[in-house]
Every structure is written in C-alpha cells, then in structure tokens.
C-alpha cells in the first residue's frame, strides 16, 4: 500500500486525476469506478478541466458506481445514479451509455446485485477503482463487520452512516436504510484502488485502515490485502499516522515515472 500525504484537497483531486488521465491515455477504454460523497469531488472538477483543456481524450472512457440506495424513486436527484451522472458523466462530455450501475429500484434487488458483479466482470473488471472512506471505515457501503470476501449484495446502513449522509436530504428520515454496494471482494478485483480522504474527521478511520490490523470490523484495512492500492491523504486525514514521516520520505524519493 502507497501512502501519499498532499497538503490539500484540492492537491490530492489533482494528482488522482493525472492518474487517471495517465491510465486513459494508455487504455482509453479504461473502466473508472467512482465514488460518492463530497470528498472526490476534486477529483472530477480536476478530471474535466483536463477533458475541457484537450489534455486528455476521455471520450472512450466507461464509469461505473461503487454503490447505491433501495427504494430512492427513479430518478432521485440523490440516488447515486443522478450523482454520478451530474458529477462525472455529464461534465466528462461523456454518454449515458458509457456508464453502469446496480438497480437500485429492482424488486428483485438479489438479482440485481448478482447482475451487476456479472456486468462487471462482462465489462473486463474495473481497471482504477476511486474510493472514499465513511467515518466508520467503511468503503462503498460495506460497513463495519463486513465479510471482506463479500460481492455485490444489500447492506443496511449503520445509523452513523445515515446521519453523516443526512445532509444531502431534507431530513434524516428520508435517508435510506438500505442499499446496494460492490462487496469487498467484488472491490479488491480492480486492478488499482485508489482512496482519497481529507479532513480531521477522517483521521481515525484512516490510520486504522492503514497501520491497524485486517479486520472486517475496519472495511478500509481490505485494501492492505490488494497488491495495488493508493490512499491519498490531506495533513488534516493523515495525522494520526504513525508513520507519516516515512511515508513523506518515500513518496518524495520515489522515481516519477512509477506514477500513482
Ligand atoms: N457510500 C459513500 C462512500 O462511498 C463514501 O466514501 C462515504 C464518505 O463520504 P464523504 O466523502 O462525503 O465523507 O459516503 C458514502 O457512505
């Protein structure tokens, strides 16, 4: 696992988004996963400057979601399929078509999810996967005592979770109890993880996603399990680290040709 301190938000959007500009120039068909939530929001603004500036063709790209609600009506302008489509489809320039996603208004909500692993897999497998991280330490919805071997399935939401989501609904009942994300397993397939936190309230969960032990009770640890994965980390979501020093030193000596 590489640990990247930036000393910002906006620094960390820019180098996940040169990387993801990079892998697209190499495979311009890349599959990118995406997140939800505020904290990758860099990343995207940073991405379609790059799109609009011509410094890269994305024009071939696909995006996939991570996760997504039960029961939100279609079209909900919080379900993530309207984020991600608001957030990283339409300001990349790219098609509908070019994106997928679980059904998160599927009466048979099993075969949907067993669907969507199976679109994954069609699709060629996620080449460069963004994450975020709750303050719980969850990753997609897989929330605390997760199997990490776990696929595409339904998750009730921790009340945690539901309060630190309520802020993009009109009241903390409207939240959804229940959703749709990739497993850790169907997670940890990507050929690249990339998560990114920012902010102190994210210290926490960063530094036993980093140096605590494997542990489904910490569904970020997963990712000391994948034999490519980044964690990008504003000074603020870093500094609980013991090891931030040798962290810095590493990430300063390394040659810039190995990219993220
Ligand atoms: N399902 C999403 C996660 O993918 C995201 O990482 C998390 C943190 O969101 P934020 O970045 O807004 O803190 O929120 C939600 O639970």
Partial sequence: MEV??????????ELIAEAIATLVRRKPEALLGVA???????IYEALATKVRAGAVDASRARICQLDEYVGLPAG???????????E?????GLDESAFMGPDGTA?????????????????GGVDLQ????????????NEPCSSLASRTRIKTLTQQTREDNARFFDSLDEVPHHVITQGIGTILEARHLVLLATGEGKADAVAQAVEGPVAALVPASALQLHRHATVVVDEAAA?????????????????EWQGL
């Fill in 4 to 13: 990247v301190i930036v000393p910002d938000a906006v620094a960390g959007g």
């Fill in 36 to 42: 939800t939530g505020s904290t990758p929001l860099p």
């Fill in 76 to 86: 909900h302008p919080e379900s993530y399929r309207s984020v991600v489509l608001r």
């Fill in 88 to 92: 990283v489809v339409e300001p990349l």
């Fill in 107 to 123: 009466e048979d909500v099993p075969a949907a999810c067993e669907a969507y692993d199976k679109a994954l897999r069609d699709a």
């Fill in 130 to 141: 963004l994450l975020g991280i709750g303050t719980d330490g969850h990753i997609g919805f």
């Fill in 239 to 255: 500094s609980k680290l013991k090891l931030a020093e040798y962290f810095r030193a590493t990430y300063a000596a390394k040659p």
